[in-house]
Nanobody, 129 residues
Framework: RVQLVESGGGSVQGGGSLRLSCAAS????????MAWFRQAPGKEREGVAA????????SYSDSVKGRFTISQDTAKNTLYLQMDSLKPEDTAMYYC??????????????????????WGQGTQVTVSS
C-alpha cells in the first residue's frame, strides 16, 4: 500500500523550532520528487520546500528560505522538514507530497501542488506570538 505519514507537528512559541517527518511506504523512494506543502485556514495550499531523492537537489519558497531545511534519510525512506525561527504566520496544516516519475512541469515548478499525486494526511503546526 502506497502511503505517506507525517508526524512532528505541534504548538510552539514564535522563534522556536520543530522538525516534521514523513515516512514513505509502498514506494520506490529513490528517483522521487518529494515536497512539503502547507495550508492555513482560508488560504490556498502553498509549496514550502521540495527535494529530488536521487541527488538531494532542493528548492524553497521565499517565505521560508533560510529558516526551513528539507532533508531525507534514504535508508529509512523518510523525509524531514526542520523549521527554525518559526513565526505565527507559519501556522498551518503541513502536508508531505510525492510523485514519481515527475511531470514535465515539475522541473520548472517544483512547489506547485498540481505536480504531485501522492499526499499524506497532514500534521498541524501552530506558532504563537
Amino acid at each position: 500500500r502506497v502511503q505517506l505519514v507525517e508526524s512532528g507537528g505541534g504548538s510552539v512559541q514564535g522563534g522556536g523550532s520543530l522538525r516534521l517527518s514523513c515516512a514513505a511506504s509502498g514506494v520506490t523512494y529513490s528517483l522521487m520528487y518529494m515536497a512539503w506543502f502547507r495550508q492555513a485556514p482560508g488560504k490556498e495550499r502553498e509549496g514550502v520546500a521540495a527535494i529530488y531523492t536521487d541527488n538531494a537537489w532542493t528548492s524553497y519558497s521565499d517565505s521560508v528560505k533560510g529558516r526551513f531545511t528539507i532533508s531525507q534519510d534514504t535508508a529509512k525512506n523518510t523525509l524531514y522538514l526542520q523549521m527554525d525561527s518559526l513565526k505565527p504566520e507559519d501556522t498551518a496544516m503541513y502536508y508531505c507530497a510525492a510523485v514519481s516519475p515527475p511531470r514535465n512541469t515539475l522541473i520548472a515548478l517544483p512547489l506547485m501542488s498540481a505536480n504531485y499525486d501522492l499526499w499524506g494526511q497532514g500534521t498541524q503546526v501552530t506558532v504563537s506570538s
